[in-house]
């Protein structure tokens, strides 16, 4: 009897503080689905359906500028300069700690929220992934490239229909692997997954895409997750410790080296030129304190983690978009072929910097990538301390708001009545005019994220886009397999392609 009135007295009290909590904030009025207002349990239903990403964009046009999605969770329309501005005092909120190991000592640069940390540490490795640096990694894209060829050309012979999504994952994993350790993993010469690398990344992604939401819960979740068998584990440890070998194997090949043969820009009997990992233990090396071997391990698993999934969502939407636009195709192909005549150069690869130049090619993948950005859910942060006044609302302190790139990519008042449409002259012709149009377009445009946490390795996902994208439009047509034409996607966080199967027909 005395448990009982105890337990009813309890759940009164915790109804009275919401519903007191919910009467006198500042907050009540922001409109929002109904549960909303009450529980995270709406976002999580709805952010776990996978299609978010839409329901996100439906929301805007029914509410507004801002929407409630949780308790003090709230989704705006526009990148905030204060919100995502360089020097922004809004940290990243708990929803990044799905994305943590629970072990504090086992951090990286993605979901920390320890603003003065991320700020130095990405200080310190920010110049291995400018854009100058592309130049030295363009070798290693061109031997994926080489294979990814030779297997498209097996594929137009056999007509078999493949998943174009996969094949453009294998080729991203590749790239990264020369990249940062001059080793390829193999995925472009085996065509499937190794080690249950891929499984586990995407089991990965679901998860804490999932287990953020209920961050508290995450420490507990994460010791279940790692015992359930199918969870990818395997994958995950096969990963970790091919970093680990190769950084070892490195540091042991690099041991009786003189210090101009360990920094050597091109080397001359091979022209290999220095990976990553090189890079990164040089910096090591010259300041064990600034860069120590958790830097080196952390930054080189990170690539491997992060590098593939953004370029290869990127470029099965770039492809997609080309084949179902044959005029948008044709012109691209045309853009291509004036070149090669220009300088006789049809078999050879384009060089990145000359590639970049082309403005078709520039406006076919910027338009791809804003009509499908590879993420899909909003990248939350905290407002600081004093409150801030943003979509109109003066908003506490504690709250947290967040854009998704989606929203912001299908902004009708940004990108025209025709935003939902592929249509890459909409960047010629504002980049024309010069004018307020085009810099807010250029403002609502953020498909590797915004700010002081712009994705870190957007520049390396570009180069990898404008090397192959040219080369499959010059040797290869590729028409939709009928039995899976619909595009589907899976949005966890990145918006995945599913089952993006075409056929492989030769056009040389």
């Known amino acids: 009897m005395f448990t009982g009135l105890a337990l009813l007295s309890i759940c009164l009290l915790i109804l009275l503080r919401v519903t007191y909590t919910y009467v006198t904030s500042l907050e009540r009025s922001i409109p929002g689905p109904w549960l909303a207002r009450f529980s995270r349990l709406w976002y999580f239903l709805h952010v776990q359906s996978g299609n978010f990403h839409h329901e996100n964009i439906a929301l805007h046009a029914k509410y507004g500028p801002i929407v409630r999605v949780g308790p003090h969770l709230y989704s705006i329309n526009y990148p905030d300069n204060n919100v995502y501005g360089i020097g922004s005092k809004f940290k990243k909120n708990d929803w990044y700690e799905g994305w943590k190991h629970p072990s504090p000592d086992r951090w990286t640069l993605f979901p920390d929220q320890d603003i003065k940390r991320h700020a130095e540490t990405r200080k310190k490795f920010q110049n291995l992934y400018s854009m100058s640096s592309l130049v030295s990694y363009e070798k290693y894209v061109d031997e994926c490239i080489d294979i990814f060829l030779q297997k498209m050309a097996s594929f137009s012979q056999s007509g078999e229909s493949i998943d174009m999504a996969h094949w453009f994952q294998c080729y991203a994993f590749d790239v990264m692997g020369d990249i940062t350790y001059s080793e390829r993993f193999g995925f472009l010469d085996q065509g499937e997954d190794i080690a249950g690398i891929l499984v586990a990344l995407d089991n990965s992604m679901v998860y804490s895409t999932l287990a953020g939401i209920y961050a508290w819960a995450h420490p507990y979740l994460y010791a279940i997750m790692e015992r359930i068998p199918g969870s990818g584990a395997a994958g995950r440890n096969f990963l970790m410790k091919f970093v680990q070998q190769r950084i070892a194997e490195r540091n042991h090949a690099r041991a009786n ?11 001359a009997n091979d022209g290999t030129p220095q990976d990553f990992l090189d890079k990164l233990t040089d910096a090591h090396e010259r300041d064990p304190q600034r860069v120590t071997p958790y830097h080196i391990f952390m930054m080189g698993l990170s690539n491997i983690i992060a590098g593939s999934d953004t370029t290869a969502v990127s470029l099965s939407s770039v492809l997609y978009n080309l084949v179902t636009h044959p005029s948008v195709l044709e012109r691209l192909r045309q853009e291509i072929k004036e070149y090669d005549a220009q300088k006789n150069s049809s078999n050879e690869f384009i060089p990145f910097k000359e590639a970049h130049k082309m403005p078709y090619l520039q406006a076919v993948i910027k338009e791809a990538l804003r009509l499908h950005p590879a993420t899909g859910l909003p990248l939350w942060r905290v407002i600081p301390e004093g409150g801030a006044f943003i979509a109109g609302r003066q908003l506490p302190a ?18 025209g009545p025709d935003a939902g449409t592929f249509r890459p002259e909409r960047w010629l012709e504002a980049e024309q005019e010069k004018g307020e149009q085009y810099q807010r377009m250029e403002a609502n445009y953020l498909p590797f994220g915004l700010g002081s946490r712009t994705c870190l390795g957007r520049h390396i996902s570009t180069l990898e886009m404008y090397k192959l994208i040219p080369e499959l439009v010059r040797k290869f047509d590729f028409e939709l397999d009928m039995a899976t034409s619909n595009w589907k996607t899976r949005n966890y966080w990145f918006v995945k392609p599913i089952d993006f199967r075409v056929r492989v027909k030769s056009c040389l």
Not at 257 to 267: G, M, V
Not at 400 to 414: C, E, K, Q, R
């Open 257 to 267: 080296l003189s210090t101009s043969e360990k920094q050597r820009p091109l080397d």
């Open 398 to 415: 504690g709250a947290t708001v967040g854009i998704n790139s989606w929203v912001a990519h299908y902004d009708s008042g940004v990108f």
